[in-house]
């Protein structure tokens, strides 16, 4: 009787190896990593009026840009209207002043800067207060160091200008803040969610 006994145990306790293995495995599955735009998404204040995402900026336009649709648009009429409309001269200067004054493309700018995740978050002030309106944006850039030194030439222009005061550059554990100083007034700054 004792060896039915012990063969029953047996028999049991082989049984369970399948779903110990399937535990395991799905236990030590990590979770997934989060994408930038929930990185970002978790910095935006929870009383704003308007809050436009855009993700994966460099990988969207380049899917369009090599299109057949583009290419035969470029190519039609209404596309070679606008090709040599005095906007697109107008958009030629404005990337040779960027490059000039910021040293970067606007390809670098779409790529390496918004390419990732961009959010753009408006909080209103509220009836007659409008001036506490607060505009927001938030980046997740793949080239940190370009970000930095774009932002650093654009406060110098500014600071040059007159229209910065100062800059507060406040660090956490995983977020960098910069925020300006205008010299019209200040910005009023909303608790973040964490």
């Excluded at 028999?11 to 990185?39: E, K, M, V």
């Excluded at 380049?62 to 001269?89: H, M, T, V």
């Excluded at 932002?151 to 406040?170: A, C, E, P």
Aim: charged content about 25%.
């Amino acid at each position: 009787m004792q060896i039915a006994k012990c063969k029953l145990q047996v028999g049991l306790a082989t049984s369970h190896w399948p779903l110990a293995i399937i535990l395991l495995i799905a236990l030590a599955h990590p979770a997934p990593a989060s994408t930038p735009r929930d990185d970002l998404l978790r910095l935006v204040p929870e009383d704003v009026g308007f809050c436009l995402v855009i993700q994966d900026l460099r990988g969207h336009s380049d899917a369009i840009l090599r299109s057949p649709f583009i290419k035969k648009w470029w190519e039609s009429p209404i596309g070679k209207a606008i090709a040599n409309a005095p906007e697109q001269k107008k958009l030629a200067e404005f990337e040779t002043q960027l490059k000039e004054g910021l040293g970067v493309t606007l390809a670098q700018l779409r790529d390496d800067i918004l390419g990732d995740a961009v959010i753009f978050a408006y909080r209103p002030g509220g009836p007659g207060k409008e001036d506490q309106e607060v505009g927001l944006m938030l980046v997740h850039a793949r080239d940190p160091k370009l970000l930095a030194e774009i932002t650093s030439r654009f406060n110098d222009i500014q600071k040059q200008s007159g229209d910065l005061k100062d800059v507060l550059d406040r660090e956490s554990s995983d977020t960098r803040r910069i925020m300006p100083i205008c010299t019209a007034r200040s910005w009023p700054s909303a608790p973040m969610r964490q």
